[in-house]
C-alpha cells in the first residue's frame, strides 16, 4: 500500500498529464450522516485521494460522489468533454445516494462548470446542484458559512510557484517523450547529448515555470522565446570565457537551448484551456478570444462571474446586468457560457473543446469504439444500482463553486437549448 501511494505521488510529479482513473461511484468520508453534504469531483486518483484527505484534515463528513471522467482531473476533464450533466446524473443514479441523504443539495467543483450545466442537471434529476470554492481546502469555510457565497479569492484560479513547479516537472517528462527518439539518435554520434539535453529540459521547463510572470511577452511561445534568448545568450559567453568549444557546437547548442525553451514556453498553457488560445495567438500574431454579453437578456443572476475563475465580468454600475470588464483574462474555458441561463453570453469559440495532447488522443481512440446504439440506455434511464461505500483507498479532489439558484423552470428549456443537455 506504501509503495502504491509512493508510486501515485511520483506518477504527480512527471506523469499527472496521463489519465489515472479511480473507481466512480460513492464514497463515505468521516461519518457523513443524512444531512451532510454531498460534494461531486472527477476520477482522477490523485485529485480523490486530495479531496479525502482535504476533508478529513478538516473535520467534513460529507459524501464524495465520483463521477466518471475518464480518470482525468475535474478542470481538463469539464474542458474537453468528460466532466458533463450526462457523467454527473450518471453517477447520481447508479450510487444510491438519493437513498442515503434526506436532502438534495449538490455540491459541485467550480472549475467544473466549463462541462456541467448546473440548469439541466436539476432538471433532469430534482437535485440542486451548485458549484463551491475553487480550492478544496476552502471547502471547510464555504460548509462553515452555510454555504453563502463564495468569497472572490476562493473562486479565482492561481498558479503558485509550488504548483508551477509541479507543472514544470510535469511538462518536461512529457516534452521528454515527445523528443526521446531523436535525442536518442542523435546520442550515436554525439558523446553525451543525451544527459545534457536531459539536464536542458528540466531546467529550462523550471525556468519557464518560475519567472513566467517575470519573462516579457505574452504567457506561451513569446515567453518561451524571452527565456531561450537569454539563456542562449549565457551559453555563448559561458562556451567563449570558459569553455573551448567550436564556434560550430556553440551555435548547435544555443540554437537547441532557444528550440527547447520556446518549446517549453508555448507548451506551458496547456496546462489550462488557455491552450487553444494560445495557438490562435501563435498562428494569428494576436489573441482572438472574444467573448460578449447581450445586456438586454442578461438577467443580472451573477452567474457568469460566480464560475469565471479569473474574474471577467463585472456589474454595470447602476443597473443589474453584467459586461465584460477583463477580456484580457480570458482563458476561453466556457464555463460562463454553458451555465448563463439567460443565453446572454455569446463567443468566438465553443466550449468543451479542449484541444490538448491528453484530450486528443482520448478523443481519437473514444471515435474508434462503436456508437451508442440506439438500445443502449441513456444516463436518464439508468436505474439506481448500490455500490460498495469504500473509503480506505484515501483520495481526493478538488470541489469548486457556484452560489446562484437554479432559475425557474422557466428558464431550463432556454439553457438547455444552448447547451445541447450540457453534456
Ligand atoms: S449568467 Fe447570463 S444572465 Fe446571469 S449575469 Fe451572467 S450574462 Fe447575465
Ligand atoms: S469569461 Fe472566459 S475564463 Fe471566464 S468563464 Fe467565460 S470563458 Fe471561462
Known amino acids: 500500500m506504501v509503495i502504491r501511494d509512493l508510486l501515485k505521488d511520483l506518477w504527480l510529479l512527471f506523469g499527472r498529464m496521463f489519465p489515472l482513473p479511480t473507481t466512480p461511484g460513492l464514497r463515505e468520508v468521516g461519518k457523513p450522516d443524512r444531512s451532510s453534504p454531498v460534494i461531486v469531483t472527477c476520477n482522477f486518483d490523485l485529485t480523490v485521494r486530495k479531496v479525502i484527505r482535504t476533508l478529513k484534515r478538516d473535520g467534513v463528513d460529507a459524501w464524495l460522489l465520483v463521477a466518471p471522467t475518464r480518470g482525468i482531473n475535474v478542470w481538463c476533464a469539464a474542458g474537453g468533454g468528460h466532466f458533463t450533466t450526462d457523467r454527473v446524473v450518471s453517477v447520481l443514479k447508479t450510487s444510491g445516494i438519493s437513498h442515503r ?17 448546473i440548469w439541466s442537471l436539476q432538471e433532469r434529476t430534482g437535485w440542486k446542484p451548485r458549484f463551491g470554492p475553487l480550492r478544496i481546502d476552502d471547502l471547510a469555510g464555504y460548509l462553515g458559512r452555510n454555504r453563502r457565497l463564495t468569497e472572490p479569492a476562493e473562486r479565482r484560479v492561481t498558479f503558485g510557484l509550488k504548483e508551477r513547479l509541479v507543472m514544470a516537472t510535469n511538462l518536461a517528462s512529457a516534452s ?32 519557464n515555470a518560475v519567472l513566467v510572470f517575470r519573462l516579457p511577452g505574452r504567457p506561451g511561445l513569446q515567453k518561451g522565446l524571452s527565456l531561450g534568448v537569454a539563456a ?54 494576436r489573441r482572438d478570444t472574444h467573448i460578449e454579453i447581450d445586456k438586454d437578456s442578461c438577467t443580472g443572476c451573477r452567474l457568469c462571474d460566480l464560475v469565471c475563475p479569473v474574474h471577467v465580468f463585472d456589474r454595470n454600475p447602476g443597473g443589474k446586468s453584467y459586461f465584460v470588464a477583463n477580456l484580457d483574462a480570458c482563458q476561453a474555458c466556457g464555463a460562463c457560457v454553458e451555465n448563463c441561463p439567460a443565453n446572454a453570453i455569446t463567443t468566438n469559440f465553443s466550449s468543451g473543446m479542449c484541444s490538448c495532447p491528453t484530450c486528443t488522443v482520448i ?12 438500445g443502449d ?7 439506481p444500482r448500490w455500490e460498495g461505500t469504500c473509503c480506505g483507498s484515501g483520495t481526493a479532489a478538488s470541489p469548486e ?5 437554479p432559475p425557474p423552470q422557466g428558464a431550463l428549456g432556454k439553457a438547455r437549448a444552448r447547451c445541447g443537455g450540457g453534456s
Open 101 to 117: 441523504v434526506d436532502h438534495r443539495r449538490l455540491l459541485l467543483p467550480q472549475l467544473a462548470a466549463a462541462g456541467v450545466n
Open 176 to 207: 521528454l517523450l515527445f523528443f526521446i527518439v531523436p535525442i536518442l539518435v542523435s546520442s550515436i554520434w554525439l558523446g553525451g547529448f543525451w544527459w545534457r539535453s536531459l539536464l536542458l529540459l528540466f531546467s529550462l521547463a523550471i525556468l
Open 232 to 285: 542562449g545568450a549565457l551559453f555563448v559567453a559561458l562556451s567563449q570565457l570558459l569553455w573551448d568549444m567550436s564556434t560550430a557546437s556553440t551555435v548547435a547548442w544555443a540554437s537547441w537551448i532557444l528550440f527547447l525553451s520556446a518549446y517549453l514556453g508555448y507548451d506551458l498553457p496547456s496546462w489550462s484551456p488557455l491552450w487553444r488560445a494560445d495557438i490562435r495567438e501563435l498562428l494569428l500574431g
Open 363 to 374: 478523443n481519437g481512440v473514444g471515435a474508434l469504439k462503436p456508437k451508442q446504439s440506439p
Open 377 to 383: 440506455p441513456s444516463p436518464d434511464d439508468l436505474t
Open 401 to 405: 463553486s457556484t452560489e446562484a439558484e
